[in-house]
């Protein structure tokens, strides 16, 4: 962890606050002044800031069923951010493990632990991530079998991974991938001649959305581990 964060994680301090106190030699790490908030520092390691021992707050990890007309973002920009619905201190050092669009709900997985949520986003680690996909036209015959091998999507080199893809009417289907890329799941159905209406993420590994539109809840420690 950086040790700007691990400082914003043990005081009330914000990130610009620890920095002006590391630059200035105020943090020490393991009796060593560091000067750089880059830092990294890990839980074993002795942190001083003015000759008092810091200890890092436990790391949080929310679901949250995200609105239509929301951002991924700690910011309101066009749209309004979904952190004006949580409530919870210090949201500034909370981010979000696999952001959807605006036009996107459902499932968001937020924290502070920043291995936790690599464990999520990278595609090296397999994470599943189902969505329910309301389609313009109907689903071809072939587009599972299409799915399975990979499709080329405009202005990417390589196929993307195989993906499972499971028939609920012939205009709605469950999509289950496990990268991550700009627009994927729309510009899949692009890429086999089909349009994206309506796009809700449930499932995201082995935790399924079970809260209400706007709301959230702390994870389990079962459903912590599970990404560990």
Known sequence: MRLDKFICKSTDLT??????????????????VASNEATQVHENNDVLLDEKK????????????KPLGTICSNIDEVYPSLFNYIDVEKADDLHIAGRLDADTTGLVLITDDG????????????????????????IAEDAAEKFALGVQLQGEKQLTFPAKLDVVTSNEVLLTITEGKFHQVKRMFSAIGNRVVTLHREQIGNIKLDVE???????????????K
């Open 15 to 32: 990130r610009n606050e620890a920095t002006l106190l590391i630059n200035a030699g105020n943090v020490t790490v393991n009796n060593e």
């Open 54 to 65: 810091l200890i890092a707050r436990a790391s949080r990890y929310i679901l949250m069923h």
């Open 115 to 138: 291995r936790w949520s690599f464990n999520i986003i990278t595609p090296n680690k397999q994470c599943e991530k189902t969505y329910r996909v309301g389609l313009r036209n109907p």
């Open 213 to 227: 539109v706007g709301k959230w809840r702390f994870l389990t420690p079962e459903e912590i581990d599970y990404f």
